[in-house]
């Protein structure tokens, strides 16, 4: 069985933080930033937390059947607190029944798709479910580290999904040897034991070696090839791993969505923010063919085909 994604939504705070206003605050530039990620701007949230993102990133849902909404998963690597959960506060605010199951968490950059899978194991055939990522990282950078502050933003995406009868799907992993790669709360200065900490160049290696591999697997699975895809929509890191994995697949540009430029790297509501921001665009036609691929701490990687 499979899912079909029924309605996308996303919100982004107000403030937009430029390369610019980076420039004044260390030792970097707005040419130097662009031409090593892609990143223009990003968004910080003032005075919000993830749990107000994520809230906000569902308020379209409002309109919508939900009484057979059987569950609710955020997917975040920054909560508010470590419990009561964001999804129960969604399954609060929207009024779906008790009986619903609904909890965070947490495989960082990859936990939208594989929130798909998690959400596709657990849901029966004409039942629904919503599915949020949503992160405000802006509050666990240390911001005199330019190699990583620069990188990051704020964000949430959301999807209300139906289980049907199709076939699903997925290449979900972690590799355990990399954890150190990517990080939050692992240095040896206290002052910085809770800022996220990330090793850009072996980040990079994994990431493009991974995705064509994970890639690779879910179309096998699938029986497709790289053609038969319309779009594909990558976690939005760097543009430079986003075009090195499609140079690597041999594919055309107009296959593949970015709009970090915009956003920075929003972690879990990356995929979210772009297939909503696609939707409005009017990017998707029915039976339309979308692969889906994330990478991010742990390392974990996770790669999905859906049929709009």
């Not at 929130?115 to 990522?133: A, I, P, T």
């Not at 072996?202 to 697997?217: D, P």
Request: contains cysteine; negative net charge.
């Amino acid at each position: 069985m499979g899912l079909k994604i029924i309605k996308t939504s996303k919100y982004v705070p107000p403030k937009i933080v430029t390369n610019k206003d980076f420039e004044k605050i260390m030792d970097t530039s707005d040419e130097w930033i662009q031409s090593r990620t892609g990143i223009e701007a990003r968004r910080f949230v003032e005075g919000e937390d993830t749990s107000d993102l994520a809230l906000k990133a569902v308020e379209k849902f409002r309109g919508e059947d939900l009484s057979n909404v059987d569950v609710v998963l955020v997917a975040t690597f920054t909560p508010d607190l470590i419990t009561p959960s964001i999804a129960s506060m969604i399954q609060k605010e929207l009024n779906i029944k008790n009986d619903s199951i609904a909890f965070d968490f947490n495989m960082a950059c990859s936990g939208f798709v594989a929130g798909l899978k998690v959400m596709d194991s657990l849901l029966e055939s004409g039942r629904k479910g919503v599915l949020v990522g949503a992160e405000t990282i802006s509050k666990v950078l240390d911001m005199e580290d330019r190699t990583t502050s620069i990188l990051f933003g704020d964000g949430a995406g959301a999807v209300l999904v139906e289980k049907n009868e199709e076939e699903s799907f997925f290449d979900i992993g972690s590799s355990g040897d990399f954890e150190s790669l990517h990080a939050l709360g692992r240095t040896t200065d206290t002052k910085r034991d809770s800022a996220l900490r990330m090793e850009g160049k072996a980040v990079f290696r994994f990431a493009t070696n991974i995705m064509v591999e994970s890639v690779s697997k879910v179309l096998e699975k699938a029986n497709l090839e790289y053609e038969d895809i319309d779009y594909y929509i990558f976690h939005q890191a760097n543009k430079r791993i986003i075009e090195h994995v499609r140079k690597k697949l041999k594919l055309d540009e107009e296959k593949f969505y970015m709009n970090l430029q915009n956003y920075g790297n929003t972690s879990a509501a990356s995929i979210p923010i772009a297939l909503d921001e696609m939707n409005e665009k009017g990017y998707f036609r029915e039976n339309m063919k979308i692969v889906l691929s994330g990478f991010g701490g742990g390392l974990s990687w996770a790669s999905t085909v859906i049929t709009w």
